[in-house]
């Protein structure tokens, strides 16, 4: 089993529609979990850290799933702007300092 | 404030060559981490460094080589160049040794012929 798995995508949608991403992790005792955005040839970039409590950011909803080590990102209302490939990426091993980066997951807005 | 800065940007080697990459973290951060990122995959995680000690390894061969600097920049070197080295190279840094989420700079895409 893959570290981090994420669903593989691509995801056409409309502008204005609901879009959910999910990933898992396979390490049971990993503490910190992100989602990354990542532009076509560009570096990824810090969308939202993801609590246990679940975090909302706008438009932007994050949730963790400790017991089923399940990672979940909800974009609402999609703009042009948030075509993107989204990775799921998790801090593996408490103590190291590695982030585990999932394959990403392409999405296209489309007008 | 600039962001994290890594050069050069772009890269032609030829295979057999060596390569030194360069990076220079957000001011007032102490923690490099360099990865790999293949077209059509996630990077891949290589070294990091806190306080010019390396304190990360990934699954790497040994032709991977890196080290950080009193100013805290790094450099990641790779020796004997294979095709597959052929990837973007990423350079991170956080405010310290803990894992808040790492900024990323631009990177340095090399292409190995």
């Known amino acids: 089993r893959k570290e981090v798995e994420q669903d593989p995508g691509p995801f056409n949608v409309p502008e204005g529609a609901t879009v959910a991403f999910n990933c898992t992790y396979s390490n049971s005792a990993s503490q910190s979990f992100f989602w990354y955005r990542q532009d076509c040839r560009k570096e990824p970039k810090l969308l939202m850290s993801v609590y246990s409590s679940g975090n909302e950011d706008g438009r932007f909803t994050a949730q963790l799933n400790r017991a089923s080590q399940y990672i979940s990102l909800l974009i609402r209302d999609s703009k042009l702007s948030d075509s993107a490939t989204y990775l799921c990426?998790?801090?593996?091993?408490?103590?190291?300092?590695?982030?585990?980066f999932g394959k990403g997951t392409k999405l296209s807005v489309i007008p | 404030d600039a962001g994290v800065t890594q050069s050069p940007t772009h890269l032609i080697k030829t295979r057999g060559q060596h390569v030194t990459l360069r990076c220079s973290p957000i001011s007032g951060h102490k923690s490099v981490s360099w990865y790999q990122q293949v077209l059509g995959q996630g990077p891949q995680f290589i070294f990091q460094?806190?306080?010019?000690?390396?304190?990360g390894r990934g699954n790497f061969p040994d032709r991977f080589s890196a080290r950080q600097f009193p100013n805290y920049s790094s450099e990641l070197n790779v020796n004997a160049l294979l095709l597959g080295d052929s990837a973007l190279y990423l350079c991170?840094?956080?405010?310290?040794?803990?894992?808040?989420?790492?900024?990323f700079g631009s990177g340095t895409r090399l292409t190995v012929v």
């Open positions: 990426v998790v801090n593996p091993t408490p103590g190291s300092y590695q982030l585990t």
């Open positions: 991170a840094s956080s405010p310290d040794s803990f894992n808040y989420g790492y900024t």
């Open positions: 460094y806190y306080e010019k000690e390396e304190r």
